[in-house]
């Protein structure tokens, strides 16, 4: 009767055991990954590279040259960089030198923007300070904003927005505008 009783409880200690094995076998499930574990997976390889030039051609003419001092490339039409100073070839032979402490660049769409202080001066004559510049230079529409300021010619401008052309020739200013001509204004 002693074996007995042992023999019973052994078998049930295996029946417990049994079902227990049984029930991580058949009846758990694996947890799908949260959002957070699934961006970290789908994240594309960022290339860095340091004292570069990013420049841009279309149809056998240079568009723009910016020498960056870092640029991380986010994905296929999004490169960010760091201390840019560069030219951009306008379509009317004139050249504008621009200089910026950070931008973001789209070459595949012809579109820059330049921030953390900007500053832009025209081969020919004009100059633009700001602390960001959006550019699309397809439709040549040029929209900066941040203590703006514009000297062109006889003329300065200032605001908080203007909206221009890369000639720097017709303005539309927003917020805190000022408008000052016939006088000789430095370009600093």
Known sequence: MKNKK?????????AVLFLVFTWLFWGSSVPEPTDKTKKENDSTIKATVHNTV???????????????GE???????????KNLDGIVYLSNGDEMYVKAAAG?????????ELSEGVTARLKNGGFLKAKKVEWDQDKDILVATGAVKVVKDDMLARAE???????????KLNEKAHVER???YEEK
């Open 71 to 81: 640029a991380t490339q986010v994905n296929d039409n999004l490169v960010k960089a």
């Open 54 to 68: 990013l420049n841009r051609e279309k149809d056998g003419r240079k568009l723009w040259a910016l020498k960056a």
């Open 182 to 184: 016939g006088g000789h």
């Open 161 to 171: 927005k203007v909206v221009t052309s890369s000639k720097l020739k017709h303005f």
């Open 6 to 14: 042992t023999i019973v409880a052994a078998v049930a200690g295996l």
């Open 104 to 112: 973001q660049v789209r070459p595949n769409s012809n579109m820059f």
